[in-house]
Nanobody, 114 residues
């Protein structure tokens, strides 16, 4: 089992920056990849960025060049979000894929005002 706790959401103006953090606990050495998903109001959840245990990253086209995902250590992942736009407004969820299954955090709200 893996537990995920996110932090760092909030309200920011267009063009601003935020950094989201996700800390995993439990069976952290079984984690194969971690990532961030988001769910805008009235829309489906979508992948934002992911990083494998080997450091390979993947980004949604809409955030390339603005967002950066990075690992601090085996159980901590950050999402640095720059040049934020109103369309980035969503609940952001941390995700982990481990040998035992897929896990989700509780979500953190990011609101970008125009």
């Amino acid at each position: 089992q893996v537990q995920l706790v996110e932090s760092g959401g909030g309200l920011v103006q267009t063009g601003g920056s935020l950094r989201l953090s996700c800390v995993a606990s439990g069976s952290i050495f079984t984690i194969k990849a971690m990532g961030w998903y988001r769910q805008p109001p009235g829309k489906q959840r979508e992948l934002v960025a992911s990083i494998t245990s080997g450091g390979t990253t993947n980004y949604a086209d809409s955030v390339k060049g603005r967002f950066t995902i990075a690992k601090y250590n085996v159980n901590t992942v950050y999402l640095q979000m720059n040049s934020l736009k109103p369309e980035d407004t969503a609940v952001y969820y941390c995700n982990a894929v481990a040998s035992s299954g897929e896990y989700w955090g509780q979500g953190t709200q990011v609101t970008v005002s125009s």
